[in-house]
């Protein structure tokens, strides 16, 4: 299973465009280190165990066209930040 350790090493990989992670391993704190893939576009975290952190990371992704949420349980303030971000 991937989790926030592996995640960083995904860093190298700037032209990954989709990325699929179902697992509860991901949080807030692994998925700060997908702001260095400048050409994600698809994010799927399905079932992942996701905090408003993390959604405010996924929010900086400035190309992320498709995000799916399926399993997890996101909070108003996290929905607010995924809103407003740049993505």
């Known amino acids: 299973d991937i989790t926030d350790a ?5 860093a190298d990989c700037v032209a990954l465009r989709d990325l699929w992670l179902e ?13 260095k893939l400048p050409a994600l576009s698809q994010l799927f975290l399905r079932y992942s165990s996701l905090d408003d952190a993390g959604l405010a990371a ?18 108003a303030k ?3 930040a995924l ?4 993505g």
Request: aromatic residues 0%; negative net charge.
């Open 78 to 80: 996290g929905l607010a």
């Open 83 to 86: 809103a407003e971000g740049p």
């Open 6 to 10: 592996g995640l960083p090493a995904l």
């Open 23 to 35: 697992c509860r391993g991901v949080t807030g704190i692994g998925l700060a280190a997908l702001e």
């Open 58 to 75: 996924v929010a900086r992704l400035p190309h992320l066209t498709d995000l799916d949420l399926s399993g997890t349980a996101p909070t």
